[in-house]
């Protein structure tokens, strides 16, 4: 008889790694079965919450026979030494965005899932979120889509130097580490994206309050053009999303702070609310557990985590040459 609950493994019990536990643990198709994290307090914490095993050694993980799929939320650098060990022990892997934050180590992991036909999810959870699919169905409106402006602002941001999350060189800063979540929607909505000018300030150990911030213009085949910006910057009000979308025959407006999604058409305008009644995070969790159960395909996959990589990877190469243009 066919599978109907999967296994469950998280490889780094911090912010994130904490959070997936418990939606493991709300999800009929899943159940924990053991975390791990080198601080052990932390696994210890997060296994006591929820019952189950902990270890400091993702190894009891990787050769535990029972587990199906591993969640790897470990920082952004650790991630392709445990997807690779991962794929080679047969397990499924659920990883947190960004996958690397280098093109070699993309390439490694995918020669890793692939040659091991296991099953592989990138954690871009705005793909489940009601507004990102709600304008994804209404992208026929625009008619011939033309143009987006995106942004995304962290106003929050608060972390030290010192910190992983404050160095460039371990979480990609703001581009590479959340940026991507945009440009993964842009994709999604628009298709490949051919070339990118990025300009900015990047996270640089010399300043003294660390803070991030990009605007990239981004064409794509179609030759559909987008300015995505945002940062982390230290104050001010956030904006999680606001996304103002042009086309032929219509517009698309939406910005966090009013809630409120517009459309105007050539049919007519109108507008709309919503709000998540799932955590996206959950919900995309769960479709990946289905995924793995009825042996289907999945996405956001790994050539979406791979594809968003290469664009953020562009842009961050633009900044740093003076905003010039890179081809992807
Ligand atoms: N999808 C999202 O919206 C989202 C949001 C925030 C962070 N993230 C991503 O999630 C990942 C984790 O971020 P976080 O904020 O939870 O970080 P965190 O620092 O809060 O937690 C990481 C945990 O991993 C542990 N760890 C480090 N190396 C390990 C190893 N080799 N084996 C086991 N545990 C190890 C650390 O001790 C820590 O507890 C990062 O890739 C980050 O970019 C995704």
Redesign the pocket.
């Known amino acids: 008889m066919q599978k109907r609950k999967v296994s469950v493994g998280i490889?780094?019990?911090?912010?994130?790694?904490s959070a997936h536990a418990y939606n493991v643990t709300q999800i009929p198709e899943t159940e924990l079965t053991a975390v791990?994290?080198?601080?052990i307090d932390?696994a210890k914490k997060t296994g006591d919450d929820y019952g189950v095993e902990f270890y400091q050694n993702?190894e009891a993980i990787l050769n535990n026979p029972h587990i199906d799929f591993v969640f790897v939320?470990?920082?952004?650098p650790?991630?392709v030494?445990?997807v690779i060990k991962a794929a080679q022990r047969g397990k499924h892997i659920f990883c947190?965005?960004?996958l690397t934050l280098n093109l070699e180590e993309a390439k490694a992991i995918k020669e890793a899932v692939t040659t091991n036909g296991v099953h592989f999810g990138m954690?871009?959870?705005r793909r489940q979120s009601w507004l990102e699919k709600r304008i994804r169905e209404l992208l026929p409106t625009l008619g011939e889509p033309k143009m987006c402006q995106a942004v995304n602002i962290n106003a929050g941001y608060c972390r030290q130097k010192g910190d992983?999350?404050a160095d460039m060189n371990i979480?990609g800063g703001y581009t590479i580490?959340t940026m991507i979540?945009l440009l993964d929607i842009m994709r999604w909505w628009f298709g490949e994206a051919i070339s990118v000018c990025g300009n900015g300030l990047l996270l640089s150990p010399g300043l003294p309050e660390p803070m991030d911030y990009t605007v990239a213009n981004i064409t794509f085949r179609s030759n559909f053009v987008a300015t995505v910006s945002g940062g982390w910057i230290r104050r001010g009000l956030s904006i999680d999303e606001a996304y103002y979308l042009i086309g032929t025959e219509g517009t698309i407006c939406y910005d966090s702070l009013s809630k409120t999604l517009r459309v105007f058409s050539k049919d007519g305008s109108f507008e709309e609310t919503g709000e998540n009644t799932e955590s996206p995070?959950l919900r995309l969790l769960r479709e990946f557990a289905l995924s793995i159960i009825e042996d289907r395909e999945f996405a956001p996959s790994l050539n979406d985590g791979i594809e968003s990589l290469k664009t953020a990877l562009a842009i961050v190469d633009s900044i740093k040459g003076g905003g010039g243009l890179q081809i992807i």
């Open positions: 490889i780094g019990c911090g912010r994130m790694g791990c994290d080198v601080d932390r993702e939320a470990t920082p952004t650790y991630h030494h445990t947190e965005k960004p954690n871009f959870m992983w999350f979480c580490d979540h995070h």
